[in-house]
């Protein structure tokens, strides 16, 4: 657990150095919910991994209170993706932030790996429609 907690922090603090791809190609937006159980995700990480021919790199958004948006500047293409979600500890999306740590204690629990580094999840972003992809995860048993 202790290794996951400094991954999901290498990771944060990544995020904003890897962007998102500026090629040349009509960009989309896309936005929707992560739920556990039919309950909002508190915090996490989303991550859009091009596939099946999408050009781009891959794009991550911070998940707050069940919701993400990718706007156009971000750029993500039509086409296919493979989707990671991580849950993120109470607190670290602040302390990436550059504030405080939050001294609250939760019951956190990690998101089960076929959401994230073993991720089966997919969806499919059009160029001229609105893009709205909602995902249910569930926790690691």
Same mark, same amino acid.
């Given at each position: 657990?202790?290794?996951?907690?400094? &991954?999901?922090?290498?990771?944060?603090?990544?995020?904003?150095? %890897?962007?998102?791809?500026?090629? @040349?190609?009509?960009?989309?937006?896309?936005?929707? +919910?992560? @739920?556990?159980? =039919?309950?909002? %995700?508190?915090? *996490? &990480?989303? @991550?859009?991994?091009?596939?099946?021919?999408?050009?781009? =790199? =891959?794009?991550?958004?911070?998940?707050?209170?069940?919701?993400?948006?990718?706007? +156009?500047?971000?750029? &993500?293409?039509? *086409?296919?993706?493979?989707?990671?979600?991580?849950? &993120?500890?109470? *607190?670290?999306? +602040?302390?990436?932030? *550059?504030?405080?740590?939050?001294?609250?204690? @939760?019951?956190?629990?990690?998101?089960?790996?076929?959401?994230?580094? =073993?991720?089966?999840?997919?969806?499919? %972003?059009? +160029?001229?429609?609105?893009? !709205?992809?909602?995902?249910? $995860? !569930?926790? $690691?048993?």
């Amino acid at each position: 657990m202790i290794h996951s907690r400094y &991954l999901i922090c290498a990771i944060l603090c990544l995020t904003p150095t %890897l962007g998102c791809s500026t090629q @040349t190609i009509q960009n989309v937006a896309a936005h929707g +919910s992560v @739920t556990v159980a =039919k309950t909002p %995700l508190p915090e *996490g &990480l989303i @991550t859009f991994v091009p596939c099946n021919g999408t050009p781009g =790199k =891959k794009c991550s958004v911070v998940i707050t209170d069940g919701r993400y948006a990718f706007d +156009s500047a971000q750029g &993500l293409a039509a *086409g296919d993706y493979r989707v990671e979600i991580m849950g &993120l500890p109470p *607190g670290i999306k +602040s302390m990436a932030e *550059g504030q405080p740590p939050s001294h609250h204690r @939760t019951n956190y629990r990690e998101i089960a790996p076929e959401y994230n580094e =073993k991720s089966t999840l997919h969806c499919t %972003l059009q +160029s001229s429609q609105d893009n !709205q992809a909602d995902f249910n $995860v !569930q926790f $690691v048993r």
